[in-house]
């Protein structure tokens, strides 16, 4: 895995703060989909387990699987007992026991994308869903936004992340279904999207940011200058915005 994907551990008890949980609703929307009870679970790269509760608190068991130690440290600290959690990158996984459900929170773009969906569906028992969720966080007023982009100019470009296969925003599919949906692997692709909004302090926005890949490979110095120049253009509360989208698909009956 590249550095950028293992340089959330150093920040693992902030990620836990200030990174957001996951709705009920997601659960319920890929119960649904599956169609019959989900009892078991595999996720890949768990982080400090925020859809690992979501899931497991509803009876799932689930193999939490994270390659950083101390994120998987972190999770240990949250999880019920019905969570096995697993040190080990997607592209460390064997085939052998196969899971209902094979879910990835904001974290399938780290994974190795040569050979992804073969990997993934030897994972699955037959008829088994993959889901994978995520999305930006930013800043729901336009003009908050572009006072932040302009702080933040000066010591760093621009913090988003671009689809992994080139694919525009404006269209109808994104990433990873348009990858899914080309797969002899899968079936059914879906895109569905829950709409989030809430509001926080400035100073906790600011430790979101703390959290995010762009920041964390910033020299300490210079990333601590960034924060103090935005910090002085956020009003005292920040209104979130960070709509989940989700991506779901079964293993392929003919392959």
């Known amino acids: 895995m590249s550095g950028r994907a293992l340089s959330f551990g150093a920040m693992a ?3 836990e703060r200030f990174r957001p949980g996951y709705p009920v609703e997601l659960f319920d929307l890929v119960m649904t989909y599956a169609g019959q009870p989900v009892r078991t679970a595999l996720e890949i790269g768990a982080g400090t387990g925020k859809a690992t509760r979501l899931f ?3 009876g799932v068991a689930v193999t939490a699987t994270e390659p950083d130690n ?3 440290t972190e999770l240990r600290k949250h999880v019920p007992a019905n969570v096995t959690p697993l040190r080990a990158a997607f592209e460390d996984l064997r085939p052998g026991e196969r899971y209902g459900l094979v879910y ?3 974290a399938l773009h780290w994974t190795n994308p040569d050979g992804r969906w073969s990997r993934m569906a030897a994972l699955l028992e037959p008829g088994g869903v993959f889901a994978s969720f995520g999305g930006p966080v930013g800043l729901a007023d336009p003009a908050v936004e572009e006072a932040v982009r302009a702080a933040r100019a000066p010591f760093l470009e621009s913090d988003d992340s671009p689809s992994p296969d080139g694919t525009p925003p404006e269209h109808a599919m994104q990433w990873p279904g348009t990858e899914l949906q080309r797969s002899e692997w899968f079936s059914d692709v879906q895109q569905l999207v829950i709409e989030r909004r809430w509001t926080m302090s400035a100073r906790d926005y600011v430790g979101l940011l703390s959290t995010i890949s762009a920041y964390l490979e910033l020299p300490a110095a210079v990333q601590e200058q960034a924060f103090r120049h935005i910090l002085q253009v956020l009003p005292e509360t920040v209104e979130i915005a960070a ?4 991506h779901l698909a079964r293993t392929a009956t003919v392959r």
């Not at 709509?243 to 989700?246: E, G, N, Q, S, V």
């Open 13 to 15: 008890a902030a990620y």
């Open 56 to 58: 497991a608190e509803r």
């Open 70 to 72: 101390a994120m998987l």
């Open 104 to 106: 990835a929170a904001a």
């Open 243 to 246: 709509d989940l989208t989700i």
